[in-house]
């Protein structure tokens, strides 16, 4: 079966990133979530996907130049009508923590700002293992030594590459990595490379797949698994196959 990871959480209806989001993804019945984190001004682990909190946040400036208790105080679903309430960036922690409650997946990005890498990894992993949770846990980066690093530390924690161009025969450098899986942008995952690596026994997770033709396809061909914003229209579509 083709599993059904919520991009940010159900982030085609709900604030992306946000406890609400995830929670909502679990509601909808997804077998995972998706989520980026990255480091605060005082070390802390936050779960947000751009360097600047503009975009999803009412505030301004770099995720990096605040504190965890400054960045608290911002309201990630601002423009959200469909929301009552203001919903704060969440730690990793209180995602941690409530994954506990279920027995979601859940696929770690480490986003993060350059100067980050090589700080961030060791304490995510202590996070992870202090909640029991790495048998549930892939952590991903488009930066690839971070993920290395990640296996070094904790090589009982999976691991996997995301890329969205020029990796020649990615199952075999997934391999080399040590990852078990792979996450390619859906555009560069045509059928041949997605059979090669699921027979070499890499899984394929491909990022962000939304509409229903391209969803049909990774369903056709027993994709490992997919990452979509809309985890409600995947899992409907799921049931034809
Ligand atoms: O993990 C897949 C996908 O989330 C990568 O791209 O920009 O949405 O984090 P982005
Ligand atoms: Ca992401």
Redesign the pocket.
């Known amino acids: 079966m083709t599993l059904i990871f919520a991009?940010?959480g159900y982030s085609a209806k709900y604030p992306e990133n946000t406890m609400k989001a995830f929670k909502e993804a679990e509601k909808a019945g997804a077998d995972g979530i998706?989520l980026?984190v990255q480091f605060t001004k005082d070390g802390k682990i936050v779960v947000i996907?751009d360097d600047k909190v503009d975009r999803t946040t009412n505030g301004t400036g770099f995720v990096k130049d605040y504190t965890f208790d400054e960045l608290r105080k911002l309201d990630a679903g601002y423009q959200h009508k469909i929301l009552l309430k203001k919903e704060p960036i969440p730690s990793i922690k209180e995602v941690l923590e409530w994954l506990k409650t279920n027995q979601l997946q859940c696929n770690i990005?480490i986003?993060s700002s350059l100067e980050s890498y090589m700080k961030i990894e060791a304490p995510l992993i202590g996070l992870i293992r202090e909640y029991g949770l790495s048998e549930r846990i892939i952590i991903s980066s488009f930066n690839h030594y971070s993920i290395v690093y990640c296996h070094r530390i904790a090589p009982e924690i999976e691991i996997a590459p995301l890329y969205a161009e020029g990796l020649f025969m990615p199952w075999i450098y997934s391999e080399s990595i040590k990852a078990k899986g792979m996450h390619p942008n859906h555009k560069v995952a045509p059928n041949e490379i997605i059979k090669a690596a699921e027979e070499y026994g890499i899984q394929v997770r491909p990022y962000t797949v939304n509409k229903e033709k391209d969803m049909r396809r990774l369903f056709e061909i027993g994709c490992s698994a997919f990452i979509t914003d809309d985890p409600v229209k995947a899992l409907k579509m799921r049931k034809q196959y």
Request: no cysteine; hydrophobic share 0%; aromatic share 0%.
């Open positions: 991009h940010r998706e980026d996907h990005e986003k």
